[in-house]
């Protein structure tokens, strides 16, 4: 039988690339429904969570270590550090990132949703120099230089079947800066974001991208060896069309 991912019966984000700016490093997911109740925290988790800076695990599955410096899983790429989502210190300038080019805003319970129960899925670009704060600036403090913001992210959740305990992969949300792009930042964090699925033993990964946005296809198809799975009519709030795209593990006997 043919497997709806994600399930139907939950209102969850879906990504795809912003073929808007003809560049696969914009990327927007789906806003989900006007009821965010299955996407919220409860009280007693937002109490717990909502605005500490304490590191959030709530998957207990996860036996990964992963250290906040992440730049030794992958390509190294010159002037660029990728690092984990940390805490909530981190949330305003990610949510800034993600939404810079997005249309429909979405609200700060779904970056929660996914930030708060697979915080090790979520892999920060950023640039290895600190701004310069203004010289006219009287409340940055003169003994510690702001740290960098990051210039790209993608968003991560594994799901696991309640029958089969197979898990899979979901790739949610992907932004790189417009001032980073076409140096092989989304690419590198695709690819980071792949190993980790595979490490917790996921069988396969997915997403969505929109059919009009050649430049994504090629990149998921040709250089990351994603294949199309389904045909989405009319998946999108603009009535376009999409894609849904699977990368499949080999399985080890």
């Given at each position: 039988s043919k497997m709806m991912y994600p399930p139907p019966a939950a209102s969850q984000p879906a990504r795809t690339?912003?073929?808007?700016?003809?560049?696969?490093?914009?990327?927007?997911?789906?806003?989900?429904?006007?009821?965010?109740?299955?996407?919220?925290?409860?009280?007693?988790?937002?109490?717990?969570?909502?605005?500490?800076?304490?590191?959030?695990t709530r998957d207990d599955e996860c036996d990964c270590d992963y250290d906040e410096d992440v730049d030794a899983e992958g390509l190294q790429i010159p002037g660029i550090k990728f690092i984990n989502y940390r805490d909530e210190s981190q949330l305003s300038s990610l949510m800034s990132l993600v939404g810079r080019d997005l249309s429909e805003p979405y609200s700060i319970f779904t970056y929660r949703y996914f930030l708060h129960q697979w915080p090790d899925l979520c892999i920060l670009a950023v640039p290895t120099t600190a701004p310069t704060p203004p010289s006219s600036s009287s409340t940055s403090s003169p003994n510690k230089p702001p740290s960098p913001s990051p210039i790209g992210c993608v968003v991560c959740k594994i799901d696991t079947d309640p029958t089969t305990f197979h898990k899979t992969g979901y790739m949610a949300m992907l932004a790189v800066d417009t001032s980073y792009r076409h140096a092989g930042i989304g690419t590198e964090l695709v690819r980071r974001a792949v190993r980790r699925f595979a490490a917790r033993g996921c069988r396969s990964v997915s997403l969505e991208t929109e059919v009009s946005n050649e430049a994504a296809m090629r990149l998921y198809e040709e250089r990351l060896g994603f294949v199309r799975e389904e045909l989405l009519v009319r998946y999108y709030l603009n009535w376009g069309d999409a894609y849904r795209l699977r990368l499949w593990f080999d399985e080890e006997d």
């Open positions: 690339s912003d073929s808007r700016n003809g560049d696969t490093n914009t990327t927007r997911t789906k806003p989900p429904s006007s009821d965010l109740s299955n996407l919220s925290l409860s009280k007693d988790d937002e109490k717990q969570h909502g605005n500490n800076n304490e590191r959030i």
